[in-house]
């Protein structure tokens, strides 16, 4: 699987504005062709290996600054998704609310990950509830689910809902499993 690189430098951006004082040993702990690249630029537009690029520096990261590596992924979910919002996807949360976002998550997602296959199975607005299927994704325990996680509760919540619950559902398929989505 591939990222894209402008979600591998919002992990940089993370890193480096909240732990200021430890962003230079984290850097120094990537293998070395990773840490070349981090320091002389990651391409927005560029494909880039999640192994070495985004898992590996998170868990990195996680050791380093003595985290959980999914609430970690979890947290730049979040702040990803805080940067993203600033910019073109800001237009999204503006029509729509909640369900408008959900029914966009497939094409978000296949923005920054690939292959990625994700489908919207329902959205029921008197419930508040949706659920997303993700199709030979990564593992269900994986940092990158746990980040698009993040990603998708904080964007859920700039999107006008309240007391947002995401949870994974195992349908005992390798690397494919539901996202249930609740919200007020």
């Known amino acids: 699987m591939e990222v894209k690189g402008i979600a591998i430098r919002s992990t940089l951006k993370f890193i480096e504005l909240n732990f200021p004082d430890m962003y230079r040993v984290w850097l120094d702990s ?38 959980d590596k999914l609430e970690l992924a979890w947290e730049l979910g979040i702040f990803s998704s805080q940067q993203s919002l600033n910019g073109i996807y800001r237009f ?15 094409f978000f997602l296949e923005t920054y990950y690939r292959p990625s296959t994700i489908r919207v199975l329902y959205i029921d607005e008197l419930k508040n509830e949706a659920k997303v299927e993700f199709i030979n994704f990564v593992p269900i325990d994986d940092i990158v689910i746990y980040r698009v996680m993040g990603w998708g509760h904080n964007t859920l919540l700039a999107s006008g809902a309240k007391n947002v619950e995401l949870k994974l559902e195992d349908i005992g398929q390798v690397n494919t499993y539901n996202l249930l989505i609740l919200w007020e």
């Open 92 to 106: 999204f949360l503006r029509f729509g609310g909640p369900r408008a976002m959900i029914k966009r998550v497939p």
């Open 30 to 67: 990537l293998e070395e062709e990773v840490r070349r690249v981090f320091t002389k630029g990651v391409l927005v537009s560029k494909w880039y290996d999640v192994d070495k690029y985004l898992r590996h520096p998170v868990e990195k990261a996680a050791e380093v600054l003595h985290y």
